[in-house]
């Protein structure tokens, strides 16, 4: 019997899905906005446990909540693919959305709201580990998908700590051009999403059609 091994290609796809999503480079300059006057070492530590915690819930959960709500892989994958294009369109046009700042006298701890929701867990992060996770149909596809977060949320991590030297040393042009950088390859990733689901649904019906 043939022993599956540890599916590298799908574990690189996991991590550069997620790190285009997520865009901790981009995520930068709001995060020094966000946290002026609070310490930001605490704050980034807070964030990124927090988002990563949310994306290894979906990642475990991920199987229960399809068969729940009888979701099928294609039309995640669809949907996920269009979350990610027009996220991208966004991205590419106007560059990262900005998150608002809040307006209390007494500003409150951003880092759940709205840094590690929704900024760096949003909803193209989530739908990018729900489609994830309906392609780890094996232990090791798993073991890699999990090591994917594990490794973006480090990464993430470390970027927001040297934040304020990244936003020094990108400068704003630098900034626009990493966001549009990221952006291209989102769209890339959810065209191709789209065109996994969509060649799944085709090839289903036709199988349907012969039988």
């Known amino acids: 019997m043939k022993v599956p091994n540890f599916d590298v290609n799908f574990a690189v796809l996991a991590f550069s899905s997620l790190f285009s999503i997520i865009n901790p480079i981009s995520a930068a300059p709001i995060f020094v906005a966000m946290t002026e006057g609070i310490d930001r070492k605490k704050a980034a530590w807070k964030a990124s446990f927090a988002s990563g915690l949310i994306l290894f819930i979906f990642a475990v959960a991920g199987g229960a909540i399809f068969a729940f709500f009888g979701i099928t892989v294609p039309a995640f994958q669809i949907a996920g ?7 991208s369109i966004q991205t590419l046009l106007n560059g990262k959305p900005e998150v608002s700042h809040q307006d209390e006298p007494d500003k409150a701890d951003p880092s759940i709201v709205p840094l590690a929701i929704p900024l760096i867990a949003g909803p193209g992060a989530i739908s990018t580990t729900m489609v994830l996770v309906g ?9 890699g998908l999990g090591a994917a977060i594990l490794i973006n949320v480090a990464l993430t991590l470390v970027i927001l700590l040297g934040s304020p030297w990244l936003v020094k040393k990108l400068g704003i042009t630098g900034q626009r051009i990493v966001s549009k950088i990221m952006g291209l390859l989102t769209a890339v990733i959810g065209i191709q999403f789209i065109i996994d689901g969509t060649t799944k649904v085709f090839v289903d019906i036709l199988k349907e059609v012969k039988g």
């Open 81 to 87: 693919g269009l979350i990610f294009t027009l996220m």
């Open 135 to 143: 392609q780890a149909q094996d232990p090791f596809r798993r073991v």
